[in-house]
């Protein structure tokens, strides 16, 4: 019995000190910070947000079109400095978001190259209006997984070193 209550007392305290090995390893962002989207190359300030599962940017989508046969998407995007960009992106699905009145709405949404410090992932970002929000996009769980740490105390914490990827 006493070898398994110092074995269990070994494992309690190796376990945590594994997950902080890993966890030093990874870049510490801000809760705000400069993102590149690609493949515009417009340059937005995003909330880090690990309550949401994927990203959203504020977006004024203008058309739908079929081209060889998919549906795509032609948005604009802005950043607070008024750059403009407008892009054209395959459809990927629709996704159903909860407001915060209670009630559902229909978004779009596409794949979009983010770049954050020397990272840069393709990402399923919904299209949202955002014109209530203060930022112009969220960067959620599917972005920030394994990649980053979230510091909710510091703010504009990397800068941008990915180079600009064409997105197919």
Same mark, same amino acid.
């Given at each position: 019995? /006493? ?34 989207? @690609?493949?515009?190359? !417009? ?13 959203? !940017? $504020? ?24 750059? $403009? ?25 596409? /794949? ?13 970002? /919904? ?23 979230? @510091? ?14 064409? !997105?197919?």
């Amino acid at each position: 019995m /006493n070898l398994r209550f110092i074995f269990l007392l070994i494992m309690v305290s190796v376990v945590p000190l594994l997950e902080l090995a890993t966890a030093e390893n990874l870049p510490v962002v801000g809760w705000l910070e400069k993102v590149r989207i @690609d493949p515009s190359g !417009i340059q937005l300030v995003a909330k880090m947000d690990t309550g949401a599962k994927h990203s959203s !940017i $504020r977006a004024e989508v203008l058309s739908t079109f079929k081209k060889e046969g998919q549906t795509w998407v032609r948005f604009e995007v802005w950043n607070k400095k008024g750059k $403009r960009s407008v892009l054209e992106r395959p459809l990927v699905r629709e996704t159903l978001i909860k407001s915060r009145k209670g009630d559902y709405l229909k978004r779009p949404v596409v /794949n979009l190259g983010i770049c954050l410090g020397s990272i840069h992932k393709i990402v399923q970002v /919904n299209l949202a209006p955002r014109s209530g929000f203060n930022y112009a996009m969220i960067i959620g769980r599917s972005f920030l997984r394994e990649a980053f740490l979230v @510091d909710a105390a510091a703010k504009f914490t990397i800068k941008t070193a990915c180079p600009p990827m064409e !997105i197919k």
